[in-house]
């Protein structure tokens, strides 16, 4: 399906975790547009099939979202939420996942909802509960749904501060030589957006290099922390760096790699 770009380059700007929402419901009509996104099986360069899936749930009567350490890190005031599914026995589906759970998000962001990737730290057995699953599916990730608060609260506002969330790396750490003259136009403001974007406890694990006159996504190291796959946050800075490069008259393909690298993104 064609990629709404510019809506979703300025939402990739304007984006910014909340776990503290209005619990005002969310209009249908505003779940209609939401769902279109939803239901699309693929975006752009990827297509995922049934690999992986992103469900609304329009109204949440149980309380999936636990606190990091008691009330710390806990989300609250949310009236609904998203449940992303990804299927254990596909190839890259922490990729995909992360590609297409970050679209559904940039959609939200562009219709006035809040949202915050939640991986670690949320209720499986309540979640379970909320979706039907095939034999090799499993809930990756989940995040509230609604309209912000006026106001964040105490917890909310600690989180961020010691999670760092506002806090990006600098492009150079991110992308060594960015900065020079091998670097294209397109590709630097791709890794651009890339910096932007969400990660677990914003760890940021993507490294780019532009090689052969390709863009490439690599991890920082291989090894996973807090219990969440570094590919999910590589999947989420493919997005943002497609959206980039897109909006910058470069649409591209995405090609999987192994290892530390994990794609490759050709014009």
């Known amino acids: 399906m064609d990629m709404p770009v510019d809506a979703w380059c300025q939402a990739a700007l304007d984006r910014h975790s909340r776990r503290t929402l209005d619990e005002k419901a969310i209009a249908p009509p505003v779940f209609e547009e939401l769902e279109a996104v939803c239901s699309a099986d693929g975006w752009g360069s990827l297509e995922w099939g049934h690999a992986t899936r992103v469900a609304i749930v ?9 606190g990091i350490v008691g009330a ?20 890259h589906m922490s990729e995909l996942l992360g590609y297409a759970g970050e679209a559904v998000l940039l959609e939200a962001t562009r219709l006035g909802l809040a949202t915050c990737w939640v991986g670690g730290f949320f209720k499986r057995e309540r979640a379970v509960e909320l979706v039907s699953l095939g034999p090799s599916e499993e ?30 790396r600098e492009l150079e750490v991110l992308a ?10 397109w590709a630097q ?41 570094k590919r999910l946050d590589c999947g989420i800075s ?26 490759r993104y050709t014009v």
């Open 189 to 229: 403001e791709a890794v651009s957006l890339a910096r932007v974007a969400p990660s677990a406890v914003n760890r940021q694990p993507w490294r780019f290099r532009f090689e052969d006159g390709a863009l490439i996504v690599a991890l920082d190291d291989v090894k996973d922390t807090y219990h969440i796959p």
């Open 176 to 185: 060594p030589g960015v900065t020079g003259d091998g670097w294209p136009e």
């Open 58 to 66: 329009r109204e949440l009567r149980t309380n999936i979202f636990k």
């Open 72 to 91: 710390y890190g806990r989300i609250e005031g949310a009236p609904s939420c998203l449940l992303f599914v990804g299927d254990r026995a596909v190839p």
């Open 139 to 168: 809930i990756v990730a989940v995040s509230p749904l609604g309209y912000p608060a006026d106001r964040q609260t105490f917890s909310e506002k600690l989180m961020k501060t010691l999670a760092g969330a506002h806090k990006r």
């Open 238 to 263: 493919m997005l943002h760096a497609e959206v980039g490069a897109r909006a910058h008259g470069a649409p591209g393909t995405w090609e999987f790699l192994d290892g530390v690298d994990v794609a």
